[in-house]
């Protein structure tokens, strides 16, 4: 992911950046606040952040270092490990597949749905093994597909669902936010997601001893040092039962999270307007495909296209940044990359399809319509 490489350079060209952090004069107070108070660790802010997003989702949240702690120490609390295997699509963030290899698990690489992107649970079917313990579906761009099917997937052969909703940060599915239903969520609040603390992310959960585990391992695996740190204490005298690590969150980012959660259904709404205005601006185009996301419930994260038969990808790329247009690709498909290599794999048939036509183009609240009325124009008349 781009997380805003060469900004400076492209923003002084004016480019339309594919994504970037969207902060105003509430955060800069926030964190100014934090640090004359000259305690960067965690206590009040974070405490209050994880307050304010369990309001949210009407279920404990716990709040890490980034989105791929928050992955990592969820499946650690599910159990798994060592010998076991999770069901993941190959089309994700490396994040995800990095979470799982973290703990000792094998990521299987899955194929998904042509419609939407995400994970396709017939094809993960065919996948499961003596050892498959969990899956964790990818909510790709912000959309969840049919979760309810993949719950029941889930169900019907004992795996663990750890949702991995970095993308979905606002989506609501059946009338109710993701996190607040199912399993175990987890959340990112990179520069970039939908909304950002710096770094940062959360578990989300009202599995009381997944929430334990996340609290204590975030610690070093200190038992009930959460406690103590909330009450401006630390705990001296301890003891540790597991591998833990040091992926607690810093009251410096947890204030940057406080603001842009105040400041969400704002940037919300923007990312829908702008993913809606993009469709109506795409559509009728005869090799441009556009996801059918609901804008009405999904918060696009990216918003992507599929330009069919598209020959060059990189020269378009480079055209429209001539243009001043950054675009991206989401994602590398995993199972193509050294390290989750596996030669006995089936074909992932749509995810190779699919993979090297895949285009995302800039979505941020600070992105105009008139912004994306230009990039349209000009993607239409580099294709034609
Ligand atoms: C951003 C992201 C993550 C990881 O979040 P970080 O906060 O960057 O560690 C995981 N999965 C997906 C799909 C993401 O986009």
Request: charge should be negative.
């Amino acid at each position: 992911m781009a997380k805003g490489v060469n900004a400076d350079t492209e923003s002084s060209r004016k480019v339309i950046r594919l994504s970037k952090s969207c902060v105003g004069e509430a955060e800069k107070r926030a964190v100014m606040g934090v640090l004359d108070r000259e305690f960067f660790g965690m206590g009040a802010e974070v405490k209050q952040f994880e307050e304010a997003l369990s309001e949210f989702f009407g279920r404990p949240a716990v709040c890490v270092v980034n989105g791929t702690a928050a992955l990592h120490l969820a499946l650690q609390s599910c159990g798994i490990g060592r010998g076991d295997e999770v069901l993941v699509p190959s089309l994700t963030y490396v994040a995800s597949f990095q979470a799982i290899s973290a703990t000792g698990a094998k990521p299987v690489a899955c194929d998904v749905d042509p419609k939407t992107l995400v994970l396709d649970w017939q094809d993960a079917e065919q996948r499961i093994t003596p050892n498959t313990r969990a899956v964790m579906p990818v909510h790709y761009a912000g959309d969840v597909g049919e979760l309810d099917g993949i719950y029941s997937f889930a169900r019907m052969n004992g795996l663990r669902v750890i949702e991995d909703a970095a993308h979905a940060f606002g989506t609501t599915y059946h009338g109710r936010r993701v996190g607040s239903f199912g399993e175990v969520a987890c959340f990112s609040f990179d520069g970039i997601k939908n909304i950002t603390s710096g770094e940062g992310g959360c578990v989300v959960t009202d599995d009381e001893a997944v929430l334990q585990r996340v609290r204590d391992a975030r610690l070093l695996g200190v038992i009930n040092d959460t406690d103590k740190r909330y009450a401006g204490q630390r705990s001296w005298d301890f003891d540790v039962i597991e591998q833990g690590w040091r992926y607690h969150m810093s009251d410096l980012m947890a204030a940057i999270g406080l603001e842009q959660l105040q400041r969400f259904p704002e940037m919300a709404a923007m990312r829908q307007k702008l993913a809606s205005f993009y469709d109506t601006c795409l559509t009728g185009h005869a090799r441009i495909e556009h996801f059918a996301h609901d804008y009405e419930v999904v918060v696009p994260h990216i918003y992507v296209i599929r330009i069919h038969g598209v020959r060059d990808r990189e020269a378009l790329r480079s055209r429209l940044l001539e243009l001043g247009i950054q675009t991206g690709v989401h994602y590398q498909p995993n199972h193509m990359l050294t390290f989750y290599h596996d030669s006995e794999i089936s074909p992932l048939v749509v995810t190779d399809m699919v993979t090297s036509e895949l285009l995302s183009l800039p979505l941020h609240p600070d992105v105009t319509k008139h912004d994306v009325r230009y990039i349209c124009d000009q993607l239409i008349s580099a294709l034609d």
